[in-house]
């Protein structure tokens, strides 16, 4: 499977889908783990709405960046606690910010349970931004297949639901399904720098007017990251690596109006340490 030592926006749609997921931690010893990152992005896509309009423009003055931290800890019978924050930090906006560039924060937490080779996951989020606050409750499920395909391959297929429990003035309570899939595979097997590629695919359908439109289908995306551990760093400064991603996204214009293109590219470069 992909590293995921470098994360990408949590309430975004760029891998993996299914988010706020705790950090490997590097050992089976480890009960306690986590990982930073920060991210520099083309667009900010939530949900297949493409939040600061950037369309076809790729690394334009819409792009952003994003700085996470999430934690972790192991509990027995196969629970585990996950928690951290994420923000969005660029000048895209003239007014209501949190403070100087960063347009957005959002905080979460909650539990996760595997037991053989299915995860559960309920995680509550507050995303504050544009003066107010964001309520959601995201439930997912998500299947090791590794073993069915003698464990070097594996498609990771996972489903995810979105549910906004309390919106922002104007904005409906509401929901989104997402069902992704995201094959991995090893490039260059190497003990200072292995090369892994995913192919995240995705397909997300939604409730009435949560994105301001119609209820159904809401956009598919397929892309395709590839990592690069930087195991030359000494093992006392953390697990580095760096990824790169870029998404090709399509959206209907009836349940996500708000997009200035139906069709968009996206790019995201990535650094991130696990501990």
Same mark, same amino acid.
């Not at 050992?27 to 992005?41: C, E, N, R």
């Not at 423009?57 to 931290?69: E, L, P, V, W």
């Not at 053989?116 to 959601?136: F, N």
């Not at 790169?244 to 996206?266: Q, R, S």
């Given at each position: 499977?992909?590293?995921?030592?470098?994360?990408?926006?949590?309430?975004?749609?760029?891998?993996?889908?299914?988010?706020?997921?705790?950090?490997?931690?590097?050992?089976?010893?480890?009960?306690?783990?986590?990982?930073?990152?920060?991210? /520099?992005?083309?667009?900010?896509?939530?949900?297949?709405?493409?939040?600061?309009?950037?369309?076809?423009? /790729?690394?334009?003055?819409?792009?952003?960046?994003?700085?996470?931290?999430?934690?972790?800890?192991?509990?027995?019978?196969?629970?585990?606690?996950?928690?951290?924050?994420?923000?969005?930090?660029?000048?895209?906006? @003239?007014?209501?910010?949190?403070?100087?560039?960063?347009?957005?924060?959002?905080?979460?937490?909650?539990?996760?349970?595997?037991?053989?080779?299915? #995860?559960?996951?309920?995680?509550?989020?507050?995303?504050?931004?544009?003066?107010? #606050?964001?309520?959601?409750?995201?439930?997912?499920?998500?299947?090791? @297949?590794?073993?069915?395909?003698?464990?070097?391959?594996?498609?990771?297929?996972?489903?995810? #639901?979105?549910?906004?429990?309390?919106?922002?003035?104007?904005?409906?309570?509401?929901?989104? /399904?997402?069902?992704?899939?995201?094959?991995?595979?090893?490039?260059?097997?190497?003990?200072?720098?292995?090369?892994?590629?995913?192919?995240?695919?995705?397909?997300?359908?939604?409730?009435?007017?949560?994105?301001?439109?119609?209820?159904?289908?809401?956009?598919?995306?397929?892309?395709?990251?590839?990592?690069?551990?930087?195991?030359?760093?000494?093992?006392?400064?953390?697990?580095?690596?760096?990824?790169?991603?870029?998404?090709?996204?399509? #959206?209907?214009?009836?349940?996500?109006?708000?997009?200035?293109?139906?069709?968009?590219?996206?790019?995201?470069?990535?650094?991130?340490?696990? /501990?």
């Amino acid at each position: 499977m992909a590293d995921e030592s470098t994360r990408s926006a949590p309430n975004s749609d760029s891998p993996s889908q299914v988010q706020y997921e705790s950090s490997e931690p590097s050992g089976t010893a480890d009960k306690i783990y986590g990982s930073v990152g920060l991210d /520099f992005a083309s667009h900010f896509v939530s949900y297949g709405g493409d939040v600061w309009g950037g369309g076809h423009d /790729f690394y334009g003055s819409q792009s952003t960046k994003f700085a996470y931290i999430d934690l972790g800890a192991d509990l027995p019978n196969g629970f585990a606690l996950t928690f951290g924050a994420w923000s969005d930090i660029n000048n895209n906006a @003239d007014e209501d910010t949190i403070g100087g560039n960063i347009q957005e924060i959002d905080v979460y937490g909650g539990l996760t349970y595997t037991t053989g080779a299915v #995860t559960l996951g309920a995680i509550y989020q507050q995303w504050y931004y544009g003066g107010d #606050t964001e309520r959601v409750l995201d439930l997912s499920v998500g299947y090791d @297949d590794s073993a069915l395909w003698g464990g070097d391959f594996a498609l990771n297929p996972s489903f995810l #639901t979105h549910i906004r429990v309390n919106g922002q003035e104007g904005q409906d309570d509401g929901a989104v /399904f997402v069902g992704a899939i995201e094959p991995a595979f090893d490039v260059v097997d190497s003990p200072t720098t292995p090369v892994s590629l995913s192919i995240p695919v995705s397909v997300g359908f939604m409730t009435d007017d949560f994105q301001g439109g119609d209820s159904g289908f809401g956009y598919a995306s397929i892309g395709a990251t590839a990592s690069l551990g930087l195991g030359f760093i000494p093992a006392g400064y953390g697990d580095w690596s760096l990824a790169v991603n870029t998404t090709y996204y399509h #959206t209907d214009e009836d349940v996500i109006p708000g997009n200035p293109e139906d069709d968009f590219l996206t790019g995201t470069v990535s650094i991130g340490m696990a /501990f």
